[in-house]
């Protein structure tokens, strides 16, 4: 069993950073590989980025690439997602999600384990 809590969101300036974290119980943090999704009003849960069990692999959505970083520090169980370059499409409530593999897992229906959520807003 993990349990999964996120924090760091907020309200920011389109342009600004966040950086939002995902504390995880359970010993066997470092099995999972992890994951951050997101959900914005009305819309459907959708991928915005991926780390493998090890760290060493990342996945990206396109519209986050090259803005968006997922890190881990498997010694705190925690991962993080380093927001860059914010836009007001990037509001949404943002979920953290650990999924049983040591794989990198984009898809929503293989990860076991979700956090509450936490809601970032950036006004257009």
């Known amino acids: 069993q993990v349990q999964l809590v996120e924090s760091g969101g907020g309200l920011v300036q389109a342009g600004g950073s966040l950086r939002l974290s995902c504390a995880a119980s359970?010993?066997?943090?470092?099995?999972?590989?992890m994951g951050w999704f997101r959900q914005a009003p009305v819309k459907q849960r959708e991928f915005v980025a991926a780390i493998s069990w090890s760290g060493g692999s990342t996945y990206y959505a396109d519209s986050v690439k090259g803005r968006f970083t997922i890190s881990r520090d498997n010694a705190k169980n925690t991962v993080y997602l380093q927001m860059n370059s914010l836009k007001p499409e990037d509001t949404a409530v943002y979920y953290c999600?650990?999924?049983?593999?040591?794989?990198?897992?984009?898809?929503?229906?293989?990860?076991?384990?979700w956090g509450q959520g936490t809601q970032v807003t950036v006004p257009s």
């Open positions: 359970g010993r066997t943090f470092s099995r999972h590989a």
């Open positions: 999600a650990a999924g049983s593999s040591a794989r990198v897992i984009t898809t929503r229906g293989e990860y076991d384990y």
